[in-house]
């Protein structure tokens, strides 16, 4: 007898694996069709609105006069006209969703009328080209439905966290080196990058420096040299005057008024930015050491070391000897923007003495008892004379600041805030900027340091490197430092 023979009525498993591989193909090749019919229809209907919408729009100007405000553009909301009360869209149109199609952003309609409201656009985005439609996003404006709008690209440069990136978003990153971040912006940090400014000359000890708000147009003058002026933020700079041993140099604002000490001679001021200078036979023949100006170069304030502090308030031309304060060794001297507040200090090796202050363009002058009596350096004030700052150093191996915000009634030693200079630093003169919160201080021999927050905290300019600094100024703005050192040419930063 023959054996049955069995029959399989299943599927293999070879079998039911193609069955179902074909399965999924078919159903992913329906979903996509889906999908992308899905977007088409989307697409179309955005079309359709941004039409419906520049129609409306057009009948709203006949109407009314002018295109809607930004208020009014609501989707899904009518659009009424407020003079004629007829009704425009009885729901302005809102974008289909999902709206990220394609390359779409997360976004419905978006109108935005000009200032005058005689104009407007309004964005859309397709994620495919139709007819005149670009693919990606698009505008509708008086005279298109249609106008393709670039991509937009995010933009951080100059940018930190919290800064707009020009595309409707934040940035995130941090600031580059020698930059601080500040709301959103990375702004120079002061005394970072230092830049040798080579067309000045080589100055000898002791120079003195001036400059304008944003220190683009500089002065400045020195022992056994010329008066220097640079129009350029100190890239190129003309000789002027003839090479005496000029001590300090104050100007106007502008800088169109100069006024310059030099040892046992006149005083000598210049109308039209140091071309040509007049030496003021009233000012006497005296050891001048620091002089100061108001904005407007009127007034002017000189020390005489072993002698008074004089005044002139018509630019030099005359002068008035300030007897109230004695005879003493002046070095310092600063005033406020309208020269009606004035400080001054004794100093030099050996001498301690109160800082001495006048609100009278220098016709009384009273002791600043609280300031201390010490060996006072250098002065510093805020162009409203309600910040106040002086340094200290030469009686002393350690140099302190001290700070003053109510007009030199009391006083706060920065040393005990942060400031720190090493052992042996002398601190040689300090210059703040006329909000008094940018600070830079030099030390002779040693560094400069800045603050740029009243003093509260300091940073030592490493990059400037330590080395025999005398004298440098923060720009009344407080954007830039002019420094010059012995033997040296001129150094700005940033």
């Not at 009360?85 to 394609?102: E, F, H, Q, R, V």
């Not at 800064?163 to 990153?173: A, E, F, K, Q, S």
């Not at 009243?454 to 720009?475: E, K, Q």
């Not at 703005?477 to 700005?492: F, L």
């Amino acid at each position: 007898m023959l054996p049955k023979l069995k029959h399989n009525l299943g599927f293999t498993f070879v079998e039911l694996s193609v069955v179902i591989v074909i399965i999924g193909v078919v159903f992913s090749l329906t979903i996509a069709s889906v999908s992308a019919i899905r977007t088409n229809s989307r697409d179309s209907q955005r079309i359709a609105d941004a039409k419906v919408i520049h129609t409306a729009l057009e009948m709203y100007r006949a109407n009314e006069g002018v295109y809607p405000p930004a208020a009014a553009f609501v989707p899904g909301e009518p659009l009424v006209g407020p003079t004629s009360g007829l009704t425009y869209l009885k729901a302005i149109p809102s974008n289909p969703m999902p709206w990220t199609d394609g390359s779409c952003a997360d976004s419905n309609y978006v109108y935005t009328p000009s200032e005058n409201q005689f104009s407007y656009t309004v964005d859309y985005c397709v994620a495919k080209a139709r007819g005149e439609v670009a693919a990606g996003n698009n505008q509708v404006t008086p005279g298109a439905v249609s106008t393709a709008v670039a991509a937009c690209v995010p933009d951080c440069t100059g940018k930190c966290t919290g800064g707009d990136d020009g595309c409707g978003g934040t940035c995130t990153n941090d600031c580059d080196a020698g930059y601080s971040c500040s709301a959103g912006t990375c702004s120079a940090i002061l005394g970072y990058a230092w830049t040798e400014q080579t067309g000045s000359d080589v100055l000898p000890y002791r120079a003195g420096l001036a400059c304008n708000s944003d220190c683009s147009v500089i002065a400045a003058a020195a022992t056994g040299r010329q008066v220097y002026i640079s129009s350029d933020s100190g890239v190129t700079w003309t000789a002027r005057n003839s090479s005496y041993n000029w001590r300090s140099i104050a100007g106007s604002a502008d800088m169109t008024k100069l006024a310059v000490t030099r040892d046992y001679k006149n005083v000598y001021t210049s109308t039209n930015s140091g071309v040509s200078w007049t030496a003021r036979a009233d000012s006497g023949n005296n050891y001048w050491w620091e002089i100061t100006s108001s904005a407007d170069g009127a007034k002017l304030a000189a020390v005489i070391y072993n002698g008074y502090i004089r005044t002139s308030d018509d630019s030099g031309v005359t002068w008035a000897t300030s007897t109230e304060a004695g005879i003493k060794k002046w070095q310092s001297i600063t005033s406020s923007s309208d020269g009606t507040i004035i400080i001054a200090a004794p100093g030099g090796y050996l001498v301690s003495d109160y800082i001495y202050k006048s609100t009278d363009s220098g016709s009384t002058w009273s002791e600043l008892t609280n300031s201390g009596s010490r060996g006072w350096s250098g002065l510093a004030m805020s162009s409203d004379g309600t910040t106040m700052y002086g340094c200290t150093g030469l009686i002393s191996s350690y140099s302190h600041i001290y700070r003053s915000t109510d007009s030199g009634a009391t006083w706060t030693d920065l040393n005990t805030l942060g400031f720190d200079p090493g052992f042996n630093e002398v601190l040689w003169d300090i210059s703040t900027s006329a909000d008094g919160v940018k600070l830079v201080a030099t030390a002779h021999n040693a560094y400069m340091y800045t603050s740029s927050d009243s003093g509260t905290t300091w940073t030592r300019c490493d990059n400037a490197g330590s080395d025999a600094w005398n004298h440098a100024i923060v720009s009344p703005d407080g954007t830039r430092i002019v420094a010059a050192r012995d033997q040296d040419y001129i150094y700005t930063s940033p």
